[in-house]
T-cell receptor, first 111, second 112 residues
């Protein structure tokens, strides 16, 4: 089983719709969680950190469920510019850092 | 701040050639890492450094060397290029282990 798993998609969603992604992680010792966005042929960029209480940034909401070991990303009122690959990232520490990336979920917003 | 910079942007090598991928950051970050990204594999850690003079292996270190003589620079050396090293290479840095990473723009490497 992969340490971090994501549905690769693609998700093809009409503009204005709401879309949600989930990401599961296998190591219960994981301590911090992030969503990154990666545009085609570009570097990954931080979208948002994920906190235990859940957090929101404009149209984006991230949730963490430690009991079931998954994190989620909700995008409301989707825009054409949201088309990208979304990477789930999980961090755990055992004396040194261990940052694990999911393979990403590809999202295409359709006009 | 320029952030994280990488050179070159593109490179074509022949099998057996060696080269160095350059990475520099101007944010005074202690942590720096090299990743490779291949289709369907996600980002995989090659080597990382937690400060000048300190480096360690990641998930896929074979065929690569690193050094960290300064806080700013973290070059990645391919000793004898192989077609399996065809990939996109990203350098990243962060201030502490708990904080998020900033990535460079990447180097696209093709080994023939």
């Amino acid at each position: 089983r992969k340490e971090v798993e994501q549905d690769p998609g693609p998700f093809n969603v009409p503009e204005g719709a709401t879309v949600a992604f989930n990401c599961t992680y296998s190591n219960s010792a994981s301590q911090s969680f992030f969503w990154y966005r990666q545009d085609c042929r570009k570097e990954p960029k931080l979208l948002m950190s994920v906190y235990s209480s859940g957090n929101e940034d404009g149209r984006f909401t991230a949730q963490l469920n430690r009991a079931s070991q998954y994190i989620s990303l909700l995008i409301r009122d989707s825009k054409l510019s949201d088309s990208a690959t979304y990477l789930c990232v999980v961090n755990r520490f055992f004396g040194n850092e261990k940052l694990t990336f999911g393979t990403g979920t590809r999202l295409t917003i359709i006009p | 701040n320029a952030g994280v910079t990488q050179t070159p942007k593109f490179q074509v090598l022949k099998t057996g050639q060696s080269m160095t991928l350059q990475c520099a950051q101007d944010m005074n970050h202690e942590y720096m890492s090299w990743y490779r990204q291949d289709p369907g594999m996600g980002l995989r850690l090659i080597h990382y450094s937690v400060g000048a003079g300190i480096t360690d292996q990641g998930e896929v270190p074979n065929g690569y060397n690193v050094s960290r003589s300064t806080t700013e620079d973290f070059p990645l050396r391919l000793l004898s290029a192989a077609p399996s090293q065809t990939s996109v290479y990203f350098c990243a840095s962060r201030r502490t282990a708990q904080e998020t990473q900033y990535f460079g723009p990447g180097t696209r490497l093709l080994v023939l």
